[in-house]
């Protein structure tokens, strides 16, 4: 996606599914939008996002993929993106 200049912006642990050779897939492009572009009015999960972001960026997603894998490895003192 990222390559077409299009970011996910919303990516957590319940945008990603397996498949049936347990490959994850992202699901869910409701939130994308072009680099540069504003996500006023973008829909997020509760705590799975940084508020301060206002516009399209790749970092969105890798932010939010470094939260997904420090949740996955019990890491929560790395999370980001807290209350």
Known sequence: MH????V???LNPSKIML????VPRII???SCTS??????GVGHIY????????????SNDLDALA???????????RFRFSE
Do not use: P, T
């Open 35 to 40: 680099i540069g572009q504003s996500l006023k």
């Open 19 to 22: 498949d049936d050779e347990d």
């Open 28 to 30: 869910d492009f409701g």
């Open 67 to 77: 939260e997904i894998h420090a949740w996955m490895n019990g890491e929560a003192s």
């Open 3 to 6: 390559s077409l200049s299009i």
């Open 47 to 58: 705590e799975c996002y940084d508020d301060r972001v206002q516009m399209a960026s790749k």
């Open 8 to 10: 996910h912006n919303d």
